[in-house]
């Protein structure tokens, strides 16, 4: 490998996805020339998911109380689980309208839980409700959008393998904290990471993806 360091300390040499030796292990270069982590490297869903969507920012209310709640049901499971049930999870939530939501009732998580096409987890969904209510009574405190971004931190993690991205930070730790203070339920330390990485917060994608930087908020 070329030893020349970019401006952040890195090789140079890494930020070329085209080079397939010089990218890192955690890196697979697809059919397309691109190069991409493994767990997004093989599962068309996952693939696409990674290419379009994962750590693009979200900024809307609705949308990241989808992702809070999708990133709760994922606790313990694999991302793919949700990712494959997200179609039924947005039929059976009612596309994730806190508003809509929020005035479920005893019935529906009954409903819910006779749903085979969700994750079937009372703690979970009557987690999801109760965010629901807490979203909506945040609204008089600047919102969800507002609250979630504020934990943004200085800087963004730089891993170059899949071992040096954490699973959690100071930031997500104040994060939950945070959440637990104003009603939120099933929202962790790791949760609250997955979240942060997922809609933009940070940018933990591997030095040499061709999604890193791809947020427009982190260089």
Request: no cysteine; glycine share 6%; hydrophobic share 50%.
């Given at each position: 490998?070329?030893?020349?360091?970019?401006?952040d300390g890195t090789d140079?040499?890494?930020?070329?996805?085209?080079?397939?030796?010089?990218?890192?292990a955690a890196l697979v270069i697809g059919d397309d020339g691109h190069a991409r982590p493994r767990w997004a490297a093989t599962d068309p869903l996952m693939r696409e998911y990674y290419d379009t969507e994962w750590g693009m920012?979200?900024?809307?209310?609705?949308?990241?109380?989808e992702r809070l709640s999708l990133e709760a049901f994922q606790s313990g499971l694999s991302w793919a689980i949700v990712l494959r049930k997200r179609p039924a999870f947005r039929e059976a939530f009612a596309g994730f309208d806190p508003e809509v939501v929020a005035g479920f009732g005893d019935a529906d998580v009954e409903r819910l839980l006779g749903d085979a096409s969700i994750i079937r987890n009372r703690?979970?969904?009557?987690?999801?409700?109760?965010?629901?209510?807490?979203?909506?009574?945040?609204?008089?405190?600047?919102?969800?959008?507002?609250?979630?971004?504020s934990f943004r931190p200085e800087t963004?993690?730089?891993?170059?393998?899949?071992?040096?991205?954490?699973?959690?930070?100071p930031e997500?730790?104040?994060?939950?904290?945070?959440?637990?203070?104003?009603?939120?339920?099933?929202v962790g330390p790791v949760t609250a990471?997955?979240?942060?990485?997922?809609?933009?917060?940070?940018?933990?994608?591997?030095?040499?993806s061709h999604r890193r930087g791809s947020s427009g908020v982190w260089p």
């Open positions: 490998m070329t030893d020349i360091k970019s401006a140079a040499a890494l930020a070329h996805a085209g080079d397939a030796d010089a990218l890192p920012p979200v900024r809307d209310e609705q949308g990241l109380f703690m979970k969904i009557e987690a999801t409700l109760q965010n629901a209510r807490a979203t909506l009574a945040l609204r008089e405190q600047g919102g969800l959008a507002d609250t979630l971004w963004t993690p730089v891993p170059l393998h899949q071992s040096e991205v954490p699973s959690s930070s997500s730790v104040a994060m939950a904290k945070a959440l637990r203070k104003l009603g939120f339920r099933f990471f997955a979240l942060m990485e997922a809609v933009g917060i940070i940018d933990t994608h591997i030095v040499g």
